[in-house]
């Protein structure tokens, strides 16, 4: 499989280079040439299989030979190595929980199979890899979990400060070792604006190799598809409708490539906080990206959404086509609250900000269409957001063991102004000779 830049189709490049570069220099992003499509023999067994296995078939066809399927195999199983739930609440909804993993998001699956590859090409590479990553708050933890102590890699993490939980800051700011974080004065677009200039002006000498670990990286948006296999493969009716709480809209673009790789799904959702760029230009055909503003879901608070250019290049770009397949919705805090509160009073359920975004979506979708069978992607353990979530339903959230000893670690940053010179001259001052 080659991956073409969808700023410069003529540009095709192997899997091992767009996840090596993340970005091309032009700033276009990696897609496969072609959606790989999975055969009925895959989807017969797809029921019997779990997610490594889904993983191992899928993934080999986005990286062809370019990996030993019997490394490809391990990588997969060790990527993929805690549970997957399917939950149905209701009727008409199940919840997708994609939060098992060690750093309790979603964030877990992309961020560990993408090591999983650096780990696998780096091994092979004498030049040292600087993985730059701008978080809003979960993408960051993720990644310095995963990445952690990889020999030949140094990850540099750039967060808002102040706009992330204390659980996700002691994530991602207390494991030292190869991970640095830098507590930028502003917002999360400010952190991915200067990460995005580093790659077009930082001129790395020949000792590093610069690379994102951002979801415009293609190794975390293809697992991102993976799950989706096995929450429809699951469900006893076929056709889901599947409700996404979106941000950087990477993980509804995996929903889309497994939905044309041949997964039945009647229609997307993609719901939002109040940054609501997408969901106005489904409804206006305006796209009109501007800065974030912060909500109780901040992990979807970005304003100017990085994935929106792949999602655009799967629907050639057609708003009409891409209004037949996704709906979006956005709703305010006091609406996130509120359903928080009604879900736990209903059916016992705690949902955490964000998955309680996709629910708000997927019923107001309902409404309109009641023979609907939803699934809604829960991205995060409610006890990650406890100091919103606990008040609203007035009781202790038990926290997941990974997050308890999370928050026994020290913080240790290093603050920076948000101008892509003071990145600039860290990069300078720890990497030159
Ligand atoms: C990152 C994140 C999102 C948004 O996902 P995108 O792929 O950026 O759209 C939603 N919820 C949680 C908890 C997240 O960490």
Redesign the pocket.
């Known amino acids: 499989m080659k991956y073409y830049n969808i700023k410069n189709h003529s540009q095709k490049i192997s899997f091992r280079e767009a996840v090596s570069q993340g970005i091309s220099s032009d700033m276009g992003l990696f897609m496969p040439e072609a959606i790989p499509m999975m055969d009925e023999s895959f989807f017969k067994r797809l029921s019997e299989m779990n997610l490594p296995q889904i993983a191992f078939e899928v993934g080999s066809k986005y990286i062809g030979d370019e990996i030993s399927s019997i490394s490809f195999k391990t990588m997969c199983d060790e990527a993929f190595n805690f549970p997957i739930q399917l939950k149905q609440i209701n009727g008409k909804k199940y919840v997708l929980e994609l939060f098992h993993g060690p750093t309790a998001?979603?964030?877990d699956f992309g961020a560990r199979f993408m090591s999983q590859c650096f780990r696998h090409f780096s091994t092979s590479d004498n030049q040292k890899m600087v993985v730059l990553v701008a978080t809003?708050?979960?993408?960051g933890g993720a990644i310095a979990n995963s990445f952690l102590g990889i020999e030949g890699v140094d990850v540099v993490i750039l967060y808002p400060s102040g706009k992330v939980s204390e659980l996700q800051e002691k994530q991602l700011t207390a494991l030292g070792n190869n991970i640095t974080a830098l507590e930028v004065d502003g917002t999360f677009d400010d952190c991915q604006a200067m990460v995005k200039a580093a790659f077009t002006q930082f001129e790395a000498k020949g000792k590093i190799k610069l690379t994102s670990a951002n979801?415009i990286n293609i190794a975390r948006l293809i697992p991102?598809s993976f799950y989706y296999y096995y929450a429809v493969s699951r469900l006893k009716s076929n056709k889901p409708v599947i409700s996404?709480?979106?941000?950087?809209?990477?993980?509804?673009t995996g929903a889309l490539l497994a939905w044309k790789s041949g997964l039945p799904i009647e229609r997307f959702i993609a719901a939002t906080n109040i940054n609501n760029v997408v969901p106005e230009y489904l409804e206006s055909r305006v796209y009109n990206p501007r800065k974030s503003i912060q909500t109780i879901?901040n992990?979807?608070d970005?304003g100017n959404?990085s994935?929106f250019d792949r999602l655009f290049e799967l629907f050639n770009g057609d708003w009409a086509i891409i209004t037949s397949m996704i709906s979006g919705y956005w709703f305010n805090d006091d609406q996130i609250r509120k359903h928080i509160e009604d879900e736990f009073k209903r059916s016992g359920y705690i949902l955490?900000p964000?998955g309680a975004v996709a629910s708000l979506g997927f019923e107001r979708y309902l409404n309109k269409n009641p023979n609907s069978i939803g699934i809604i992607v829960e991205?995060?353990h409610p006890a990650k957001f406890f100091d919103v979530v606990q008040p609203i339903i007035g009781q202790e959230i038990p926290m997941p063991e990974s997050l308890n000893n999370c928050l026994k670690g020290m913080k240790s940053s290093i603050r920076i102004r948000p101008e892509y010179g003071c990145l600039e001259e860290y990069l300078r001052d720890k990497y030159s000779e």
Do not use: L, R, W, Y
Request: avoid cysteine; glycine fraction near 10%.
């Open positions: 998001a979603f964030k809003s708050g979960d993408t979801s991102q996404v709480p979106s941000g950087n809209f990477g993980n509804i879901a992990a979807m970005v959404p994935n955490d964000h991205t995060a």
